[in-house]
């Protein structure tokens, strides 16, 4: 019998449940999704995916459980890969401690994770672990429970976090490994030496549209660029990135999508054509924790560092956690 390699995704919302299915369509990987709040739904009757790319399915996954500790007891320890695709909030809880169940000793952990700085739990908790920062640039969302819309487009863009020389050529195989799967499937991948770019890149978008989002009331980001004084505000917030990206990481953008600059990025949101909501609007909106501090906090913390100015950054952050702190304290 052919030995498939192990891969445990934790975090079933839209970016795992997406990836969990074109992953589990190759022949060399057996793939479990651990599930929160659609737990039911995909456990019941699996995912109802929609996408431009890949056309409509049904995706049952045949390992679906609602905690890591549940997947281990039932399919034993120590996976070949863990994917981590939880929402990245650790003012509330850890990441790295909710998949440690999961992680022995040849565990790859992947983060699917958004924002910045988000690496650091794992690095701590897990030192001897090959650990890979992925950034993923794709357009798709969990209409309902279980029911993903996906747009044209799927990338994903890793690196190794941590790599001793030693075992550098051996981490880079596995994670090749992996991706030829994906690649196999549809979904593009790159392997860099240095992945922070691409996460800067990304975060030109995430740390700008998702606050601002949040204080306008529920504007999509095309909406917002479209009023000449939110545009305004979104590229002095991404000018603001992108001098803080360059500076800490001592290299320029890639340049994804066309965003070389502010201008350029807001030109980029104009010609999406569907109208696109950001995660923290929708965390708002539902009255969850949001992603504020990897999107806001640790930037800020980094600009102290560096000793660089972001007057607009630290005013969306302090606004928004205002917002949060209004809808999450009991009165």
Not at 16 to 26: V, Y
Not at 112 to 137: H, T, Y
């Given at each position: 019998?052919?030995l498939?390699a192990?891969v445990?995704?934790v975090?079933?919302?839209?970016?795992?449940?997406?990836?969990?299915?074109?992953?589990?369509?190759?022949?060399d990987?057996?793939?479990?999704?651990?599930?929160?709040?659609?737990?039911?739904q995909v456990?019941?009757?699996?995912?109802?995916?929609?996408?431009?790319?890949?056309g409509?399915?049904?995706?049952?996954?045949?390992?679906?459980?609602?905690?890591?500790?549940?997947?281990?007891q039932?399919?034993?320890?120590?996976?070949?890969?863990?994917?981590?695709?939880?929402?990245?909030?650790?003012?509330?809880?850890?990441?790295?401690?909710?998949?440690?169940?999961?992680?022995?000793?040849?565990?790859?952990?992947?983060?699917?994770?958004?924002?910045?700085?988000i690496?650091?739990?794992?690095?701590?908790?897990?030192?001897?672990?090959?650990?890979?920062?992925?950034?993923?640039?794709?357009?798709?969302?969990?209409?309902?429970?279980?029911?993903?819309?996906?747009?044209g487009?799927?990338?994903?863009?890793?690196?190794?976090?941590?790599?001793?020389?030693?075992?550098a050529?051996?981490?880079?195989?596995?994670?090749?490994?992996?991706?030829?799967?994906?690649?196999?499937?549809?979904?593009?991948?790159?392997?860099?030496?240095?992945?922070?770019?691409?996460?800067?890149?990304?975060?030109?978008?995430?740390?700008?549209?998702?606050?601002v989002?949040?204080?306008?009331?529920?504007?999509?980001?095309?909406?917002?660029?479209?009023?000449?004084?939110?545009?305004?505000?979104?590229?002095?917030?991404?000018?603001?990135?992108?001098?803080?990206?360059?500076?800490?990481?001592?290299?320029?953008?890639?340049?994804?999508d066309?965003?070389?600059?502010?201008?350029s990025?807001?030109?980029?949101?104009?010609?999406?054509?569907?109208?696109?909501?950001?995660?923290?609007?929708?965390?708002?909106?539902?009255?969850?924790?949001m992603?504020?501090?990897?999107?806001?906090?640790?930037?800020?913390?980094?600009?102290?560092?560096?000793?660089?100015?972001?007057?607009?950054?630290?005013t969306?952050?302090?606004?928004?956690?205002?917002?949060?702190?209004?809808?999450?304290?009991?009165?």
């Amino acid at each position: 019998m052919e030995l498939k390699a192990r891969v445990l995704i934790v975090g079933g919302g839209a970016i795992g449940g997406l990836f969990a299915w074109r992953l589990s369509l190759s022949r060399d990987v057996a793939v479990s999704i651990v599930c929160r709040s659609n737990y039911t739904q995909v456990k019941n009757t699996g995912y109802l995916i929609s996408s431009a790319q890949f056309g409509s399915a049904i995706y049952r996954p045949k390992g679906v459980y609602q905690s890591v500790d549940q997947a281990v007891q039932t399919e034993g320890p120590s996976y070949d890969y863990v994917i981590v695709a939880l929402k990245a909030l650790p003012n509330i809880y850890d990441s790295s401690e909710r998949v440690a169940a999961a992680v022995g000793p040849n565990t790859m952990i992947i983060l699917f994770q958004n924002g910045i700085g988000i690496e650091e739990p794992f690095a701590k908790r897990f030192p001897s672990n090959p650990l890979v920062s992925s950034v993923s640039f794709v357009s798709v969302k969990q209409e309902n429970p279980g029911e993903l819309r996906h747009g044209g487009f799927s990338l994903l863009a890793a690196g190794l976090h941590n790599a001793p020389r030693a075992f550098a050529e051996r981490y880079h195989d596995r994670l090749q490994f992996l991706f030829t799967a994906f690649e196999s499937q549809g979904v593009s991948c790159m392997i860099e030496a240095d992945i922070q770019p691409y996460r800067w890149q990304k975060h030109i978008l995430n740390g700008s549209t998702n606050p601002v989002s949040v204080i306008c009331g529920g504007s999509s980001c095309q909406e917002m660029v479209k009023n000449p004084h939110c545009k305004w505000l979104l590229e002095q917030s991404m000018a603001e990135i992108f001098l803080l990206g360059k500076t800490v990481t001592g290299k320029s953008f890639p340049g994804v999508d066309g965003i070389v600059d502010p201008q350029s990025a807001t030109d980029y949101i104009r010609s999406i054509p569907v109208p696109v909501y950001t995660s923290m609007l929708i965390d708002s909106q539902c009255k969850r924790p949001m992603e504020r501090d990897v999107i806001l906090k640790n930037p800020i913390a980094l600009a102290e560092k560096h000793g660089v100015d972001v007057p607009h950054m630290r005013t969306l952050y302090a606004l928004t956690t205002m917002i949060e702190e209004g809808y999450t304290t009991t009165k």
